[in-house]
């Protein structure tokens, strides 16, 4: 991992106008770095500005104050519509255009930068491939697949305009855990071949441990704690601990219960 | 006769290209222009509750007014448009038929599209709208490539609505000079033709179930993602267009336009007419069903080349005169007005159809009445019956002013009750037609008016100003002229109003030209 940032947030805080004269402030003041080649999960409840904060790096929120820059440029300075054809963007379950085949869907940004037809067509191909589904699936239609199979077309879609940044809006909330695992380690494992830069959310504190290189902590707007796991596990915010708590009482607890007996 | 072997389904079928070719045409052109005006306002309206509620509430207002009233309020409105570029700009354009059918129906086609629409891009996931912009769509890419393909099916049954809406009331254009398949329903309701009533109901109903049909495929296509579903039913839609185009628009345009106002004696006169130019070797054709002022207006607009009017109904009605004045003066008087406006008072035919005074022969006989005058004694023992607008007009004021007519009742009837309750002794004395049908049959007579308290009504030829000079069509109409008498023109409307094949406008034509020309 070097250490050159290639997303920096820096006392970013966004307010949204809430009923009559009500303020709910989203994201308090956040300053964040994410480095290159980095896989950072940011980790939090309902309402703790974790996806405000996702969407303010590709400008489908903006800022209220403070700075975000992305590979070095203000994201103010730039055409929202640009920066968000290179970012990758994966949403939860999906979120596929239904009257849009698998192959169409893919090759949807590539289409919008203008890329040639052949092209566009080789890198759907080789999304496929690189998602593990099969080229049978160019010509469905979304609601023909799985739900595993759809947040692979989902993850092939983020990919397709060769980002060098992701970002992951709880991608594998709504799976089946057998599905859920197959896909997170196949994900992970293309964050490292592709050497991308991964930012994902979630409200599962022990998917962020099992997949991220650090983790970013948020509660009611405000960063708590940034960290590895084991930077974290030595933090003496009470939210962190209780976050922590429930993932590692479960895993004694599985332990306890399914004794591997060593034997062959 | 059973009901399905009747001559008159023939007779019906004979006019169905021109009729069912022109409602097409109507209510396509409207349905599309209906499309261009709905389709970009719901666009722009859908994400601005203010206007997007007033845009709503407009179109719904549109939908309450009666479709027939829509109709007529534009056929006004397009001739002070008319007049306004006539005036400004040195051209005018035809506010009769077609364009005020055209910008009637796509008003009140706009309702179910602009609905549907805004419903259908409103209802479209917001979690899709989010990948729209993630993916890197602009607002413009977004709404063609994601929220309108997305929103067609619940768009497209909002066209089917408004298909059928439109179809069903296009059959109302008739009365403001749009041929469509409501000349079958206002000529069979006047002349008592239920066979063409319910062929007009028939064609327009298998018409409008068909377009919904083939548009519900092509829904149901865009549902199931199924092109080949929503090609055919497109190619079906073509398909019908075209059937039903190519017939009027392979016909070469009629030379003449003879109209008739909204009554038997009139599809009988116009009927005439054009039979008469027929047989002088022009085509002819008749535009039925007209409103008594659209009539008059088309006609100086030379929408309508001739028509039969009555000089009582224009002194009173067009001119709004209240003096009364001898029969030839009126005349004269009328012939001069009419020629300011181009307007040629060709002639008369020879008989009036007037509002007059009529009660049994025998009874009148009897009490030994001959003329309003001899009632006036009378009539504080008597009631009187008249239709729904005759106590209310000039007539009735002027005749009970001249011989101090005081009646014990007075009643309003529908009109062909009339003549049979005087007939019954229900009532002793009505308000009755000086050319209807009825007066012979029921043996009653038509009590002399000598002070001229009714105006004279003659029926009159009038021809349009672009006709003025027309020697053959003058020559043909001449043999007409001082030829029809109240007589024939009696028994003619007695025949019309018959409920069997010789009873069709041009059946009874020829038998009144017979009469004519035994004469």
């Keep these: 991992m070097t250490a050159t940032p290639l997303i920096v947030y820096a006392d970013v805080g966004k307010i949204f106008a809430g009923r009559g004269a009500e303020r709910v402030v989203a994201v308090h003041d956040v300053s964040l770095e994410v480095a290159e080649g980095e896989f950072l999960a940011i980790v939090g409840g309902s309402g703790s500005g974790k996806t405000t904060l996702l969407r303010l790096a590709n400008r489908l929120i903006e800022a209220d104050r403070g700075r975000i820059t992305v590979e070095g440029e203000d994201v103010r300075a730039l055409d929202p519509v640009l920066l968000r054809r290179r970012i990758g963007y994966v949403f939860q379950s999906g979120a596929l255009f239904p009257h849009i085949s698998v192959a169409g869907n893919i090759g949807v940004t590539p289409k919008l930068l203008g890329w040639p037809a052949e092209e566009i067509s080789a890198r759907v191909d080789e999304l496929l491939e690189l998602v593990r589904l099969g080229k049978s699936h160019r010509d469905r239609l979304p609601h023909e697949l799985s739900g595993g199979q759809r947040q692979r077309v989902g993850v092939a879609r983020a990919l397709a305009a060769k980002p060098r940044i992701v970002l992951m809006d709880e991608p594998f909330g709504a799976l089946d855990p057998l599905t859920r695992d197959g896909l997170r380690d196949d994900y992970r494992a293309l964050h490292d071949k592709l050497a991308l830069t991964t930012v994902m959310i979630t409200h599962d504190m022990a998917e962020a441990l099992l997949l991220a290189d650090r983790i970013a902590v948020m509660h009611a707007g405000k960063l708590l704690a940034l960290g590895t796991p084991a930077e974290l596990s030595k933090s003496d915010d009470a939210y962190v601990a209780e976050l922590l708590r429930t993932p590692r009482r479960e895993a004694e607890r599985l332990n306890a219960l399914l004794p591997r007996d060593g034997a062959a | 006769m059973s009901l399905f072997s009747d001559a008159r389904w023939g007779e019906a079928l004979t006019h169905l290209n021109d009729y069912l070719g022109n409602h097409v045409r109507v209510s396509v052109t409207a349905l599309a222009l209906g499309l261009v005006i709905s389709f970009p306002l719901a666009i722009a309206a859908r994400n601005r509750p203010l206007f997007r509620n007033l845009l709503l509430t407009l179109a719904s207002i549109v939908q309450t007014v009666p479709g027939l009233a829509l109709l007529a309020l534009f056929y006004p409105l397009l001739l002070a448009l008319t007049s306004m570029t006539m005036a400004w700009f040195g051209f005018g354009f035809s506010a009769f038929g077609f364009l005020p059918a055209v910008l009637a129906l796509a008003l009140y086609s706009m309702l179910p599209v602009l609905r549907n629409t805004i419903t259908g891009l409103n209802g479209v996931d917001p979690a899709l709208l989010e990948a729209a912009q993630g993916v890197g769509m602009t607002p413009s890419q977004s709404l063609f490539t994601v929220e309108l393909p997305l929103a067609l099916p619940v768009i497209m049954a909002g066209i089917r609505t408004s298909a059928v809406w439109v179809i069903g009331t296009a059959t109302l254009s008739t009365p403001i000079g749009q041929t469509s398949l409501g000349n079958y329903i206002f000529a069979g309701l006047q002349t008592q033709n239920w066979v063409f009533v319910l062929f007009g109901c028939l064609a327009a109903a298998v018409l409008a179930l068909a377009v919904d049909q083939l548009l519900a495929l092509i829904e149901n296509g865009l549902r199931n993602r199924s092109r080949v579903r929503a090609a055919l039913g497109a190619l079906g839609i073509a398909a ?76 009173l009605n067009q001119f709004h005169r209240t003096d009364m004045l001898p029969r030839e003066q009126l005349l004269d008087e009328l012939k001069a007005i009419l020629a300011k406006q181009n307007i040629t008072l060709f002639g008369e035919l020879g008989f009036e159809n007037a509002y007059a005074l009529v009660m049994p022969k025998q009874r009148a006989d009897a009490l030994g009445i001959h003329s309003i005058a001899d009632l006036a004694s009378h009539a504080g023992t008597m009631s009187i019956a008249g239709d729904y607008e005759f106590f209310s007009r000039p007539e009735w004021a002027a005749l009970k002013g001249a011989y101090g007519l005081s009646f014990r009742t007075q009643r309003t009837m529908q009109p ?58 003058q020559a043909a109409l001449k043999p007409l002229l001082g030829k029809v008498d109240i007589s024939d023109m009696r028994a003619a409307n007695l025949r019309a109003s018959g409920n069997d094949a010789a009873s069709s406008p041009d059946a009874v034509a020829r038998w009144l030209w017979d009469r004519i020309e035994k004469h």
């Design chain 2, 240 to 315: 019908l267009i075209l059937a039903t185009l190519v017939p009027t628009l392979a016909r070469p345009p009629s030379s003449y336009i003879v109209g008739a106002k909204t009554f038997a004696e009139q599809y009988v006169l116009s009927a005439l007419i054009a039979e008469r130019l027929r047989a002088a070797g022009f085509s002819a054709s008749s535009r039925e069903g007209l409103g008594s002022s659209v009539i008059f207006d088309a006609l100086a607009a030379n929408d309508v080349d001739v028509y039969i009017d009555y000089s009582g109904t224009l002194w």
């Design chain 2, 416 to 473: 062909d009750f009339m003549y049979a309750a005087v007939a019954s002794g229900e009532v002793d004395v009505i308000a009755g037609y000086t050319s209807d049908g009825l007066i012979a049959k029921y043996d009653l007579t038509v009590l002399d008016d000598p002070k001229h308290a009714i105006p004279p009504y003659d029926a009159i030829v009038l021809l349009a100003p672009k006709r003025a000079h027309d020697q053959a069509l």
